[in-house]
């Protein structure tokens, strides 16, 4: 499957942003789907992560009650939905896919990877 992030930009602490990936190659729906993050100097972090049928998610405790994710198989798509943004959300925002049935949080799970997308939230 290929992956293609999108959504990034640079906002101001406390406004919102939506992160979209766009995926081609296999059905959709064979893949959990989630996101990490890499800012500057730091190492790459779990996000979000939502099963194949998008019944199950889980959220890393930094952006709990703060970011959603969701997907639409029919449309080959996964969102993260990210509100009350801090300065420390900065940071590359990667979209991934793994054929894993359960929702994982490490990155070694993950065979698939997008190119990233900026978020920049200024304070």
């Known amino acids: 499957v290929q992956l293609q992030a999108s959504g990034g930009g640079l906002v101001q602490a406390g406004d919102s942003l939506r992160l979209s990936c766009a995926a081609s190659g296999r059905p959709f729906s064979s893949y959990s789907v989630g996101w990490f993050r890499q800012a500057p100097g730091k190492e790459r972090e779990f996000v979000a992560a939502?099963?194949?049928?998008?019944?199950?998610?889980n959220y890393a405790d930094s952006v709990k009650g703060r970011f959603t994710i969701s997907r639409d198989n029919a449309k080959n798509t996964v969102h993260l939905q990210m509100s009350s943004l801090k300065p420390e959300d900065t940071a590359v925002y990667y979209c991934?896919?793994?054929?894993?049935?359960?929702?994982?949080?490490?990155?070694?799970?993950?065979?698939?990877w997008g190119q990233g997308t900026l978020v920049t939230v200024s304070s």
């Open positions: 939502i099963s194949r049928s998008g019944i199950s998610t």
């Open positions: 991934v896919a793994s054929t894993s049935i359960s929702v994982h949080i490490t990155s070694i799970v993950y065979s698939y």
